[in-house]
């Protein structure tokens, strides 16, 4: 077997891969790294600093969510008390049509700054990161796009592999023309291969089909979530708790109510002073919920306290939580370039980049092959390398069974030619 001969067929994978994935790779690029920047985006935004430097005490929780509801004429549902002490607090009401508001609460002054509706700007960005925009259609695409991002980044650092002389890092030729632009995108590629190749595996466990089943597999096998119960009231607070704990039944609790003052007391004695979300009952019997803002997986932790009697149904941290969901929730953190500061950050934005680069130098290598697909490799050659992309593809089912569709449609084509 000729090594020309496989790498034609490595080529013509890799091709065929970017033409099915590349606007959609490049919309996740642009929404990927904004969103890395959400906080800060959202101070530009919206009041998320509080202006005044009055000195004066902290308005009790119950007093604000009482200013907020008057004022929202809808119902309080989740609190969140910042770490910084210059930030407002977002208090986020359900209306009856469904749509949530978070309202930014001066919590000295209790003066309502402004408000953001479901989610502002940075949930559209996030939706259009993962296409959430067109509902279960859209996550299974995701995970599709995943999958053949993976074999890009696999296909192209076999293409870019230096060998025969050929270096993997060279920008040759003169600028515009051919070997200039496939220089450009091969040692883009080659250079951030490993970053963009972590952020699709990473990204794979928000997908509803392949990130469902290996949360599945994590509990089944007990290597993920605690062995207590954790509280899944609505999509806010499953987005508030760690990966691996969004699959579980409510913890009963006891009848009446403390009250959410009583509740920030006893989050405040188990180390929640600030820097958390206080989720209230959403119906009579059901525990209050509080989950730790954090940034780092590791600092991850939740608590449920009885409504009525105030006792700490459960208490959730890290050090409760097996190998899988560690391995995942640490990929996640890394993912949204959390887990280690600004410099995790740049990294993942390069990542974004590049990969944005490599999707716009794409087409202009078609351009300059006057749009003509790589040439076939054997027969035998073709079928060999389409058996190990196959195999890759068994690894994420919904990727495996759109390459089947590829292979067909090939198939397809090929015949009608002939004919």
């Not at 009952?281 to 525990?287: D, I, L, Q, V």
């Not at 997986?297 to 306290?305: H, M, N, S, T, Y």
Request: overall charge positive; aromatic content about 8%; hydrophobic content about 50%.
């Amino acid at each position: 077997m000729k090594q020309a001969d496989v790498y034609r067929a490595m080529w013509r994978w890799h091709f065929y891969a970017g033409l099915i994935v590349l606007p959609v790779l490049a919309l996740m690029a642009v929404t990927g790294a904004l969103y890395l920047y959400k906080s800060e985006i959202e101070a530009l935004l919206y009041p998320v600093h509080v202006m005044s430097t009055e000195d004066r005490p902290t308005l009790a929780p119950a007093h604000i969510i009482s200013i907020t509801e008057q004022s929202a004429k809808a119902r309080v549902i989740q609190l969140l008390h910042p770490s910084a002490p210059d930030e407002s607090w977002r208090v986020t009401t359900d209306t009856r049509n469904g749509r949530e508001i978070v309202y930014f609460v001066d919590a000295k002054s209790g003066l309502i700054l402004g408000h953001m509706t479901d989610g502002g700007v940075m949930q559209t960005v996030r939706d259009l990161h993962s296409l959430a925009l067109t509902g279960p259609v859209g996550n299974r695409l995701v995970e599709v796009v995943a999958g053949w991002a993976i074999l890009l980044c696999v296909t192209g650092l076999y293409l870019r592999w230096p060998r025969r002389g050929q270096p993997a890092l060279a920008i040759r030729g003169r600028a515009g023309g051919r070997l200039f632009w496939r220089d450009v995108h091969g040692t883009l590629g080659f250079l951030s291969a490993g970053v963009i190749l972590f952020l699709a595996i990473t990204g794979m466990p928000w997908t509803n089909v392949w990130g469902g089943g290996l949360r599945a597999v994590v509990a089944a096998r007990g290597v993920g979530r605690p062995p207590m119960k954790v509280n899944p009231w609505a999509t806010p607070v499953k987005q508030a708790l760690p990966w691996t704990l969004r699959e579980q039944g409510a913890p009963a609790g006891g009848p009446g109510d403390i009250g959410v003052d009583a509740v920030a007391r006893i989050a405040a004695r188990h180390g929640f002073a600030s820097g958390y979300q206080l989720f209230l009952p959403a119906s009579p019997g059901a525990p209050y919920l509080v989950t730790a803002v954090t940034t780092r997986a590791d600092a991850a932790r939740a608590i449920a306290i009885d409504a009525g009697t105030g006792a700490v149904l459960q208490d959730m941290d890290w050090r409760q939580f097996g190998i899988g969901a560690k391995s995942v929730e640490w990929g996640v953190a890394t993912h949204q370039g959390q887990q280690y500061g600004e410099a995790n950050r740049l990294l993942m934005l390069a990542g974004c980049l590049c990969l944005l680069a490599l999707c716009l130098t794409a087409p202009i290598l078609w351009w300059k092959r006057r749009f003509a697909s790589p040439p076939p490799a054997p027969p035998g050659v073709q079928r060999m390398i389409a058996g190990l992309m196959l195999a890759l593809g068994l690894l994420f089912p919904l990727t495996g069974l759109s390459m089947v569709a590829a292979l067909a449609g090939e198939w397809l084509v090929g015949r009608l030619k002939r004919a």
